[in-house]
């Protein structure tokens, strides 16, 4: 079993992971959503004040530039007065020295008459510019702009209003406000949907770790059940196949392991009666030592051949498929059947065959003389006296797009298998008549080893009931033809 397991760490859990990942996402649209509308409306002002302003600008501007003749104090006051000025606006009006004429400011006359006008954008307009600068400061917008009075190319003076609107910066400050507001709400919101998603995910992967747990130390039954169509329920479903499958290894494993020793422990039992039995007696004539030595070393064989097919079940289960080549399996059972004839001539049972001319399967000679010799040797032994064994191979015509198939069928006219125990036959150490198939000198590997070996090669086994007595066994392999391909 595996060690304890370690407790994660608040930082480096998936849960604190999950919740930071939602807490960031969510801090970025906070972020965002606290400067691009503001950035927006500051922007949408400053296009707003500077249309409006330079408008203002050209149209004193326009006005002033009467004629040829040079500005005048009294000139300005005079053509200003006629028009309607904004009352929160500072209008200044310079001659081409950039000496003020007019200074009105939120409806009173400033006394800055004969000054310099020492202002950038006023610099900039005598120049010939029309100029605009605007800024957000304290609450309010500040709004300067700038044009020259020309008449036919000459620069008579220039035009500078200045805006400081508190009200529309005022509304600004109501946007952030509520933008800060909603942020709150949303991070407050998504606080709590964060931990309660992040918990929700981690615990069915916490769920599903445990699980892993519980199985590590033993417990194959254990299942998960999640609801859902997501990768989680999809993951789950895949580990309970997978502990489906362990659980089925291990009841195999065990089972396989309780059957082999007790298939051991019989022939064992009887070896040490049999050499007690010899120690224990004081005069034993030799005829009887003889017997009681013949009973140990057919045990002895016994223990053998149990290892022997133990041994090659061991190698099938670890080892890859050996190189395989070209056979023709009508040679194979015709070889297995002049081994097996004197043993069928014994038991008085009459073999059959209805072999075709050439059945080529690409696998290995030995492996498919264990097939064969196991099935038709099964067949002899556990037939009745005067009875029969019908071998038949035949290559079968290959299926819609599918590939042509080598057909082995062994029948015999025993006393059958019954219907329940068809599907165990093939399991390790299965017998169907125990006390017959250990009288038969019988092991319950064979036909384990005959499944195991047709699967290696891509092929298959069944049995069923032969109509009106006995067993018939079928093994296909796919049909190996010309090529070096099988079809």
């Known amino acids: 079993m595996g060690g304890p397991s370690k407790k994660v760490s608040f930082w480096r859990s998936l849960q604190t992971k999950y919740a930071l990942t939602y807490v960031s996402i969510i801090a970025a649209v906070v972020v965002l959503l606290n400067t691009y509308p503001v950035l927006l409306s500051q922007k949408l002002a400053y296009q707003s004040k500077q249309t409006s302003l ?45 000496v003020i004429l007019y200074d009105w400011d939120d409806g009173l006359r400033r006394d800055t008459t004969g000054r310099y006008a020492l202002f950038w954008e006023v610099a900039k307009a005598l120049q010939g510019n029309d100029v605009f600068r605007g800024e957000y400061r304290e609450g309010a917008f500040r709004s300067r702009a700038a044009v020259p009075i020309t008449y036919r190319s ?17 509304l600004l400050q109501g946007i952030q406000q509520n933008l800060r507001s ?65 659980q089925t290894t291990e009841e195999v494993r065990r089972r ?17 009666l049999l050499t007690d039995s010899i120690l224990q007696a004081d005069h034993m004539d030799g005829d009887t030592a003889r017997e009681f030595l013949t009973d140990i070393g057919e045990e002895a064989e016994r223990l053998t051949r149990i290892t022997e097919k133990l041994l090659r079940l061991t190698r099938m289960d670890t080892a890859p498929v050996q190189n395989t080549a070209p056979v023709d399996l009508r ?52 037939n009745l006296p005067g009875g029969r064994v019908i071998v038949t191979l035949r290559n079968l015509p290959p299926a819609e797009r599918g590939e042509g198939r080598v057909l082995l069928r062994v029948e015999d006219t025993g006393v059958g298998i019954p219907e329940a125990d068809l599907s165990k036959v093939f399991d390790r150490f299965y017998r169907v008549d125990k006390a017959r198939s250990r009288a038969a000198g019988g092991t319950g590997l064979g036909l384990s080893i005959v499944q195991d070996t047709v699967r290696q090669h891509k092929g298959t086994v069944t049995v069923r009931q032969r109509e009106p007595e006995g067993t018939c066994f079928e093994v296909s392999f796919p049909r190996w033809e010309e090529g070096g391909e099988a079809r």
């Open 54 to 98: 330079q408008n203002q600008a050209a149209v004193l501007a326009s006005t002033l530039s009467v004629g040829p003749e040079a500005l005048t104090v009294e000139s300005v006051e005079r053509t200003i007065s006629s028009l309607s000025v904004v009352g929160n606006t500072r209008v200044v009006v310079t001659d081409p020295a950039g």
């Open 154 to 170: 000459m620069i008579l003076g220039s035009v500078y209003l200045y805006e400081y609107d508190a009200a529309q910066g005022a």
């Open 182 to 246: 909603i942020s709150v709400v949303i991070c407050v919101i998504s606080l709590i949907m964060s931990a309660i998603f992040s918990r929700a995910l981690t615990r069915r992967i916490a769920a599903l770790l445990r699980a892993v747990r519980t199985v590590r130390e033993g417990e194959y039954s254990h299942r998960v059940a999640f609801r859902g169509g997501d990768e989680l329920a999809q993951l789950a479903e895949e580990f309970n196949e997978l502990t489906g499958r362990l």
């Open 256 to 272: 396989f392991v309780s059957d082999a020793s007790h298939e051991l422990k019989t022939p064992l039992a009887s070896i040490r």
């Open 331 to 382: 040679r194979v059972v015709e070889k297995v059947l002049h081994m097996l004839t004197p043993l069928a001539r014994a038991v008085e049972v009459e073999v059959e065959t209805h072999l075709t001319e050439e059945a080529w399967v690409r696998a290995t000679e030995d492996d498919l003389y264990q097939v064969a010799f196991n099935l038709m040797e099964n067949a002899v032994k556990y």
